[in-house]
């Protein structure tokens, strides 16, 4: 058999890579902890209909990049492309939709059948962050402050910049879906096939074309700005001067839309020049019509997700590996006290290791290979007279302690 390989757009996390990736999700929580949220685990599967109702027939995730099968049952599954309708399809699961609001924060895989890319796999990884159940611009403000503050916990908010629109209430866009169709009829023989077919069903979605014959149409396309109703224009103002109020920088870019009808209001990106075309690495809106989607009641909806790869690719340097204490016994009479202090150790917060094999040069060589910040060497006449030889393996000094002196001694050099 030839040797296998990780199947294509899927990698391995392993060492740096994966200190980084534990580090993007450790701090989103901690900072999402501060907010207010709490984390939730979704399957990662679901009902296919999850996800055909959240993003829409005419999308290219459920049209050409969903994984879907059909399992033994007959019951036609996907895994999940994305998170937001698994948290909201478990909102109205758990009978939650009388406890609000939900502040909820959520990590893990998703799968989309993609060119694989730099930053962008088939089996990707993010964080998200979703609040359910709250109707005002100050709910919107603080999640994108939130994601923010993630950004600099990570040292990357510099990095970024927040680009930010509208597309406000169902009025405002009710008229503009008018006037584009009316726009983009006039040029209907240079559309794309894809765009052509959405043209009448769902033309926000033209707006967010790759292709350059409808990137050429889109930059002359009516925008929101001119359609905003009273109370849309109100919550747009509102929203700005949250933001303000929380010190979030942002620019404002008519070009980003959301293409279903139940996303209204915000929507944002946090965007960076430094990964090339793969530049938004944070990215969000407003969504007051999906939990209904999923059969509980109009709900309000703000939420957003981040590309755990690119987060990590933008931080200057991964986490340093912990580093541990060796603990190494000198003869077979020494075995039992190295295992017990070596358990000691753990039980005060250590990491400890013991080599399984090899005379004392060798259990030395593997602690330096192993980073050991000391070594705690055990022999035949430490077991004798109850100590051990505790040695800085940095510095290269060594004391002599009471055996049940080590664990604590150790825990306060190493910082536990």
């Excluded at 109009?298 to 957003?304: H, K, M, S």
């Amino acid at each position: 058999m030839s040797s296998l390989q990780p199947v294509r757009g899927t990698h391995d996390l392993i060492g740096e890579g994966q200190r980084r990736h534990a580090h993007v999700v450790d701090t989103a929580r901690r900072i999402a902890g501060l907010y207010g949220f709490d984390e939730w685990s979704t399957p990662i599967f679901e009902d296919t209909r999850v996800f055909a109702r959240s993003l829409g027939d005419t999308s290219d995730v459920v049209s050409k990049e969903m994984y879907s099968f059909e399992d033994r049952g007959g019951e036609s599954l996907t895994l999940r492309p994305e998170g937001t309708a698994g948290v909201c399809r478990a909102l109205v699961t758990n009978g939650l939709t009388q406890s609000l609001p939900q502040k909820v924060f959520y990590a893990g895989p998703m799968f989309r059948y993609e060119r694989p890319q730099k930053g962008r796999y088939r089996q990707f990884h993010q964080i998200g962050a979703e609040l359910i159940g709250a109707a005002e611009a100050l709910a919107d403000a603080e999640v994108i402050a939130m994601g923010r503050d993630i950004l600099k916990a990570l040292g990357i908010a510099d990095d970024t910049v927040v680009e930010l629109n509208t597309l406000g209430d169902t009025e405002s866009r009710a008229a503009w879906r008018a006037a584009l169709i009316a726009y983009f009829t006039e040029f209907k023989d240079q559309l794309s096939d894809d765009s052509r077919a959405r043209l009448e069903r769902n033309p926000l979605r033209i707006l967010d074309s790759k292709a350059p014959q409808d990137r050429a149409l889109v930059a002359d396309a009516p925008l929101i700005g001119a359609f905003l109703t009273d109370e849309a224009r109100t919550f747009w103002d509102d929203l700005r001067s949250a933001l303000d109020l929380l010190r979030v920088p942002f620019r404002e870019n008519p070009g980003i839309v959301r293409g279903l009808d139940y996303y209204g209001h915000t929507t944002f990106e946090f965007v960076t020049e430094k990964l090339g075309t793969q530049g938004t690495v944070l990215a969000g809106g407003r969504y007051d019509g999906l939990v209904a989607e999923m059969g509980g009641p109009r709900t309000p909806a703000i939420g957003w997700a981040g590309g755990i790869e690119r987060l990590a690719l933008l931080l200057d340097s991964a986490p340093a590996a912990p580093r541990p204490v060796a603990v190494v016994p000198l003869g077979e009479g020494a075995n039992g006290a190295a295992v017990t202090l070596l358990q000691a150790l753990r039980a005060h917060g250590v990491r400890a290791e013991i080599a399984y094999r090899g005379n004392a040069k060798r259990r030395m060589e593997r602690a330096n290979r192993i980073g050991a910040t000391h070594a705690v060497l055990i022999g035949d006449d430490e077991v004798a007279r109850g100590v051990a030889q505790v040695k800085a393996l940095d510095e290269g000094a060594q004391n002599e302690l009471a055996l049940d002196a080590v664990a604590p001694y150790l825990a306060g050099a190493v910082g536990c």
